[in-house]
């Protein structure tokens, strides 16, 4: 990473960059993507109100920028030493890219980054792509929330503790080895990265 992609919150990672969430992101993808993943997408004024909560520090949002633009976003918030994970969407022509899996590993530098001691998220139970994708992070599931989606469908909570260990970055590295080893063999492939 270069010292100005560094300075500017930037994390490039093959053709997608990882940065800092903004408000004019919202009418540049990020919508698009959030209806195109949820039955029962967030408003503007959901994310306009997340966004001021990350500027006083309580939430983290970040948005994967590849040459089509926005391609997907994530987010965090932060509670008594713990981070939750509020949303990871990849718009449906980038999925099985190993966008979400950079999103995560960005979320998860950054509860490590302040200190967080676990994070917590929910998934809807008939997700099970994303599930097992927060299970290569070290989530378990730890309860049902009952009619959780929309009042219809149940969530799995999923935990995972001791993100300030050895083990548990020694986990993240060995992911990120795998996702860049990933991009790098998409990247070789004629027509360049799928």
Request: a positive charge; hydrophobic letters at 40%; one cysteine or more.
């Amino acid at each position: 990473m270069s010292v100005l992609e560094r300075l500017l919150g930037r994390e490039r990672a093959g053709d997608v960059v990882i940065e800092p969430m903004r408000r004019r992101d919202l009418r540049r993808g990020i919508h698009e993507i959030e209806a195109a993943s949820h039955p029962v997408p967030w408003s503007h004024n959901v994310f306009v109100s997340e966004l001021d909560l990350m500027h006083k520090g309580a939430r983290y949002y970040l948005v994967a920028r590849s040459e089509r633009g926005i391609v997907g976003y994530a987010g965090l918030w932060f509670t008594a030493g713990e981070a939750h994970v509020t949303n990871v969407a990849v718009h449906p022509d980038a999925r099985r890219t190993g966008i979400a899996t950079r999103l995560m590993l960005a979320l998860a530098d950054e509860a490590i980054r302040r200190g967080c001691s676990a994070w917590t998220l929910e998934v809807r139970l008939s997700g099970t792509g994303a599930q097992e994708l927060y299970r290569r992070f070290g989530f378990a599931p730890a309860g049902v929330r009952k009619r959780y989606y929309e009042n219809t469908e149940d969530a799995i909570v999923m935990w995972c503790h001791e993100l300030q260990s050895a083990a548990y970055r020694e986990l993240l590295a060995d992911i990120a080895a795998a996702s860049a080893n990933r991009a790098d063999v998409a990247a070789d492939r004629p027509g360049g990265p799928s």
